[in-house]
């Protein structure tokens, strides 16, 4: 007698290898014995020769053994074969559902911020070359993207250039229809401004409570910049801090392993930093390093759940560069 | 006596350069003197020296000339000098206010549409990717972006998937949170073509009042595109055919020029032309041509305000091509 566990079921052989007993899991229970049979505490099946169902693929490519139980073998197959590959592909999309942790939400979150902040500049930009030509005085004293927009969706041109105490503007009387075309313009700049504001507050939420420790070393967007680069927290887990150091800066590590004229880069996005932003240009490197330190430590109290430290290796920082300012 | 014209009015002078009597413009009538000033039919100084008067630079460089009529010289200039700088300035701003034409406006209105149509591209990616995460059987069924953010506004995945009949999706059950961010990205999605359709409609006019010729051939959005790279109505005017033929490729084009084994293009965003899209590879290029023939004629009727001939040539190209077709 043999006994015999797949994903399927339990399943007790005869010499002959004909089932005598069995008993079948569910979904539910294949679910369960899963993670058992793949780290094998299952019972093991008892002879080589029944080891080998498991890979259907094997006992075809060996012919002599195929040949010698084709008939039990194909008995065992044609009543299994269907329901093991259902099951297979069921626990297949239910291992893909569960990789999707909320990292992945957070890359796509900071991912859209990326983009709708690169549609926003697009946006601006041909407002304000658009606008020019109603009155060009106007946009060099407006410097903030939004303002500019509100200010010219409140008053008309003429207004602007009044106010301003400007005469004789370069700028041109435009028909309406073109008027609305340049306000519909500054429209669409707003409203994806109060998208951006949305995407914002939701990334913060999803990196406050996902990554408290990153959040509180690096700040919500450049922490899930670095996230969004190295690919999950995971992968950020397994990296060393050196690597931390330069995440964004591939192009420059690349320039500089081809081309050893080309200094090697210090920082990677992590120059996003207010420390790093802070201290001179000579002490950059060494800020880098010890930020990428503790950021190194954070993810890995997020990744493994651990309790939050992040406000003390904040501190920490903050003591040991001091000294050291513009 | 002599008489002296500039844009600030006319001086009589006696023989010793002193101002005798004077009749000066205003800022209209300046404007209005201004092209005759420029083409020379008004009375033109009758002396040598009292023609210099019109470039203060060049009376300056003159030091024996200069020194010479040195007080009168300064009288006359302390006494208008502020004046005539005003005036130029104020002309000068006239006329840049008066070289913005209606193309102009296309160009801008074209660009943005180009550009808004780049962020749609990279919001509908973007939610592709991020709603993948609760239900990612339905991206592929649903091609179109804008029915895709419709659809999934309007039901739940899982009600989606129950209506495809999946079971077992490998899609996540997402906290509503999440899944307010992901139709945020939907939402924006459909604003934007909102945005664009207005464009598009605003274009389109724009293009049918000022290049009705240019419209018929090229199509309003080709056409305005060529308009964008070619710069102006009256750059597309002095272009032969066939740089009008190649605008768009200019890439391709300088790659052919500086490597001969790369093929010269043989059309540039005129390819787009539905008549170009018709013909097999092989006859592209012809049709290119002739296409590019007819444009280059159309640009010209719009830009000296000819006739409206654009469906006439239309009808011989399509006569031309007749037997034409893939």
């Known amino acids: 007698m043999y006994l015999y566990s797949n994903i399927l079921g339990t399943f007790v052989f005869n010499q002959n290898l ?33 080891q080998k169902f498991k890979d259907i693929k094997d006992l075809r ?57 690169r549609s926003i500049n697009m946006t601006a930009k041909r407002l304000r070359e658009w606008y020019s030509y109603a009155a060009p005085e106007i946009s060099k004293s407006l410097e903030d993207h939004k303002v500019f927009a509100q200010v010219l969706l409140e008053k008309k041109p003429e207004t602007l250039l009044k106010d301003k105490g400007i005469k004789n503007s370069m700028g041109k009387v435009l028909a309406s229809k073109d ?15 109060v998208v951006k504001e949305q995407k914002e507050i939701y990334l ?44 964004g800066a591939e192009k420059a590590l690349f320039r500089h392993m081809i081309n050893k004229n080309s200094k090697s880069p210090k920082h990677g996005i992590i120059i996003e930093h207010p420390l790093i932003q802070q201290v001179g240009k000579k002490d950059r490197g060494r800020v880098a390093r010890a930020l990428a330190d503790k950021i190194s430590l954070a993810v890995k109290l997020d990744f493994f759940k651990g309790e939050f430290l992040g406000d003390k290796l904040v501190a920490q920082l903050k003591e040991k560069f001091k000294g050291v300012t513009l």
Chains 1, 2 share one sequence.
């Open 61 to 117: 490519k060996d012919k002599a053994l195929f040949e010698k139980y084709a008939e039990k073998v194909q008995m065992f197959m044609l009543g299994y074969l269907d329901q093991y590959h259902e099951r297979n592909l069921f626990l297949t999309k239910v291992g893909i559902r569960d990789s999707i942790q909320e990292d992945a939400l957070i890359i796509q979150a900071v991912s859209s911020l990326v983009e709708l902040n």
């Open 204 to 247: 913060q939420e999803l990196m406050h409570k996902n990554c408290p420790n990153l959040t509180a070393v690096a700040g919500y967007l450049t922490g899930a910049k670095l996230l969004d680069i190295a690919g999950s927290l995971r992968d950020m887990v397994l990296m060393p801090a050196s690597t931390i150091q330069l995440l």
């Open 18 to 50: 004909e089932i005598r007993e069995k008993i079948m899991f569910s979904q539910e229970e294949s679910l369960k014995y899963l993670p058992l049979l793949s780290t094998g505490e299952t019972i093991e099946p008892e002879t080589k020769l029944l």
């Open 179 to 193: 008027m609305e075309a340049i306000y519909g313009q500054a429209k669409l700049l707003l409203d994806l401004y």
